[in-house]
């Protein structure tokens, strides 16, 4: 018995080195050839029912076997009618078949998540039933490929999101039963049923879907079935490094609200083995199957992953991409009195933009400012490709501590000769806390296209709490510091939401223009010390653009209670230690008197 | 003779200060009393918390395997800032400072495991809970919510505690506490505590 737990021990703790330090195994999902059933928008066995409000569909409809006649209902199809056997209806099937299989033999990466779910390019399966409402968000480039394999029936309502170069003709689902899809969803990608699909009601398909050999059944108000749009990768690269390759900034964050003294150096990053520095821009192969970010760990201390690193530290890297791993260590143990957490917010803009006519000198300025409540000492600046970084501006006092209200201003200049992502981090200290912002600047070298910039800024209200926690307002600003107006602007907070829009589209054209400030809020109950990272994105001249914010606020958690009374404390023996006392007391006073 | 009188005093004040004690813990059980915490605080914070159905004051707490039906008393944080304790024995405390048993996070409530003169208190057999039984809790709307033990765990009085006290898994929760371990005379309490986690169902 003894032997045997020894055993298991240590096998255990083998498989958990392994797993920490081994090589990571990559479940790379591929896109199946889908031959005939390419050009089918819709494709099904038996029968399909627009039932309803009508459908629209822009590529091919197919049967087979079924014959015209068991296509009901209302339908637009923009490309072609194929029904019966023999014809291309029937090939396109048959591909569709060879598909499913490839989709259904391809090596998983794991199970799926729930709501809001953002899986890494891979292999994402369930092996029975599976429900899913909510929303699923695929962020990466232009060949990363998501394959979600149902083992039988799928149910799924709510929406497929694309994020950054994420192609919806790069998504596919393989169902074993029937699928369904439900009322109001967008849903994205080529999704292959074994049996029936069914739309409940309004959905909208950025895909296809067939189903092999049964029914499609389309519910309620108008459905469309269009697309996959697939774009290619723009001929040139923009961001900040060599073709065939993308940039990993590891950004760390130490809290220390319950007497810990651990700084940034005591926790050495690596990523996939490699060590980094906080903050530091590094280049990396790309595309690639799985990063992992680990670090040495200090006994004492918690850690947790935010940004674009899942919650194991892991990302995919696509090329050209610019990923940002945000990790958090908290000394283990909260406060009885809050301390409160400091608040750095860095802008960086580059002058010019775009040096359309090729290479030249470009010069960065950095607005650091302190948004919080204390002053702030160790502020540091790295990660910066361009050196020397100077200070210009701003410590009126000469103190050397970034004041409340204080705003530094730093500069740089150096010579780009191609298209670049510039990034640094600023990192500041108050009361064992450590304070992080991240800000990136894009010049193009050689087009005449101006990159964008965005800037967003998080401030929790209240900065720290007192035991039981409470209510907290996070108040989220986005500006646009470059010179072109920005679409599709939208925030991502990892802790809070819903993050909600509350002013500042001034003109009401719903986009981000140089002079706005728009206001953005979250509330949220927090019991414990917590770290928000918000992210920013907008878009303009082709580019997706982003800015992070990171927030701490400081809860402290109330001592157990008191729920036992000793031996000691027994009433009757209090008691009667008590009359003992007076009467001997009283006996006392007697004999005095009387002695007297 | 002089001996004699010289001793008197002091033995004379400390009869009266025992016996003044007695009676403080004869009317005043509960030295932890709540410094802040009170109900006023509420109204403000339901205006603010997005609650689908409205979960309203825990009344009663029951657990059927350790036959315990009792009510419900509100604390919040003591001077030295615990979390208070019932008044009563046959009691539990919630802790009106965090969610409520059925609100996402973690609800918590304290009950006594012994009492003065070696009674028994209404968490003496809470070690008992093994995951998988079943606590149930009524509002003041009269509905009951059941959690469901998921795990117990003896805490010293120094470690972390913060998970008894907050949750990040978007889940609701309720966690019963009460003392275990030795009596410190010093402190004037038990050396650790018993913590059992339970879900919602």
Redesign the interface.
Same mark, same amino acid.
């Given at each position: 018995m003894k032997i045997h737990s020894i055993v298991s021990r240590a096998l255990l703790s083998v498989a958990f080195m392994l797993g920490l330090i081994g090589p990571i195994s990559v479940s790379a999902a591929t896109a199946p050839s889908l031959g005939a059933a390419d050009s089918f928008s819709v494709l099904a066995g038996l029968s399909t029912a627009a039932n309803g409000g009508g459908t629209t569909v822009s590529g091919n409809l197919g049967l087979s076997p079924g014959l015209a006649v068991s296509r009901t209902g209302t339908w637009t199809v923009l490309g072609t009618e194929y029904f019966g056997t023999g014809g291309l209806s029937q090939t396109a099937q048959t591909d569709a078949l060879s598909a499913f299989n490839n989709l259904a033999g391809q090596t998983t990466s794991g199970g799926w998540g729930s709501s809001p779910w953002s899986p890494i390019p891979g292999v994402w399966t369930v092996a029975l039933d599976t429900t899913f409402t909510g929303t699923i968000t695929l962020d990466g480039g232009f060949d990363d490929v998501w394959v979600f394999q149902v083992g039988q029936d799928m149910t799924f309502t709510g929406s497929v999101v694309l994020a950054g170069n994420a192609q919806a003709c790069h998504v596919f689902w393989q169902v074993g039963r029937d699928a369904t899809i439900g009322s109001g969803s967008n849903f994205v990608g080529t999704l292959i049923a074994s049996r029936d699909i069914t739309f409940a009601s309004g959905a909208n398909v950025n895909g296809r879907a067939i189903s092999l050999t049964s029914s499609l059944v389309l519910n309620g108000t108008p459905t469309t079935i269009s697309g996959p749009t697939c774009n290619s990768a723009p001929a040139t690269v923009v961001g900040g490094s060599s073709p065939g390759r993308g940039t990993v900034n590891v950004v760390k964050v130490v809290i220390n609200d @319950?007497n810990g003294t651990k700084t940034i150096s005591d926790f050495p990053l690596f990523v996939n083995g490699t060590l980094v520095g906080s903050g530091q821009t590094n280049n990396f192969p790309a595309p690639a199957g799985l990063y992992s970010v680990t670090e040495v760990t200090s006994s004492g201390y918690t850690r947790s992953f935010s940004g674009d690193c899942d919650a194991n530290g892991q990302f995919g890297l696509y090329k050209g991409g610019n990923i940002f791993c945000i990790i958090t260590n908290n000394d283990? &143990?909260?406060p009885? $009195?809050p301390v409160v957490p400091p608040l750095i917010d860095v802008v960086k803009v580059p002058n010019p933009l775009a040096l359309p006519n090729g290479p030249g000198n470009v010069t960065y300025t950095y607005t650091v400012r302190n948004i919080g409540t204390v002053p702030m000492t160790d502020v540091t600046m790295v990660g910066d490709t361009c050196a020397p970084v100077s200070l210009i501006s701003g410590d009126t006092n000469n103190d050397g501590r970034l004041d409340v209200n204080e705003t530094w201003i730093y500069t740089c200049t150096t010579q780009l000769s191609e298209t670049h992502t510039n990034t640094v981090v600023a990192t500041g200290w108050a009361n064992g806390i450590s304070a992080v912002d991240i800000a990136s600047a894009n010049v193009v070298v050689g087009q005449s296209i101006v990159p964008p910039l965005i800037h967003v800024t998080k401030v929790p209200n209240p900065l720290a709490l007192?035991? *039981? !926690? *409470?209510?907290v307002t996070y108040t989220d600003e986005v500006t646009n510091p470059g010179l072109v107006p920005l679409t599709n602007v939208r925030l991502t907070d990892n802790k809070c939401s819903p993050v909600k829009y509350i002013s500042g589209d001034t003109d009401g054209n719903l986009m981000l223009d140089p002079s706005e400030t728009w206001t953005f809020s979250c509330?949220s109950?927090?019991?414990?010390t917590t770290v928000n990272t918000v992210i920013a994105r907008g878009e303009a001249n082709g580019l997706t653009i982003r800015d992070f914010a990171i927030a701490t606020v400081v #809860?402290? #958690?109330?001592? $157990?209670? @008191?729920? &036992? #009374? !000793?031996?000691?404390? @027994?009433?009757?023996w209090?008691?009667s230690? *008590?009359?003992l006392?007076? &009467? %001997? *007391?009283?006996f006392? #006073?007697i004999?005095?008197k009387k %002695?007297l | 003779m002089r001996l004699k009188i010289s001793l008197k005093p002091p033995v004379f004040i400390g009869s009266i200060a025992t016996v003044i004690f007695s009676v403080i813990i004869i009317f005043l059980p509960n030295f932890n009393r709540p410094v802040q915490g009170s109900d006023m605080k509420l109204p403000a914070l339901l205006s603010t918390i997005p609650v689908k159905p409205v979960i309203g004051l825990p009344v009663r707490l029951q657990i059927p395997k350790l036959k315990v039906n009792a009510s419900v008393e509100n604390v919040g944080l003591t001077k030295d800032k615990s979390m208070g304790a019932p008044k009563i024995p046959s009691d539990v405390a919630w802790f009106n400072l965090g969610v409520r048993p059925g609100e996402i996070g973690s609800a918590v409530m304290a009950g006594h495991v012994n009492w003065y003169s070696g009674a028994t208190a209404v968490f003496a057999n809470l070690n008992k809970l093994k995951p998988g039984d079943k606590i149930f809790v009524k509002d003041n709307n009269g509905v009951t919510i059941s959690f469901v033990v998921r795990k117990v765990r003896v805490y010293s009085i120094k470690d972390d505690t913060s998970e008894v006290f907050s949750a990040d898994d978007d889940l609701a929760h309720l966690n019963l506490i009460t003392c275990v371990g030795v009596w410190n005379k010093r402190s004037k309490q038990y050396s650790q505590r018993l913590v059992v986690f339970t879900d919602r169902e």
């Open positions: @319950n283990i &143990g909260s009885l $009195v007192d035991a *039981g !926690g *409470g209510m509330q109950r927090l019991t414990r #809860v402290a #958690v109330p001592k $157990v209670p @008191n729920t &036992g #009374v !000793g031996s000691s404390a @027994n009433i009757l209090e008691i230690t *008590g009359i006392l007076a &009467g %001997s *007391g009283l006392f #006073v004999r005095r %002695s | -």
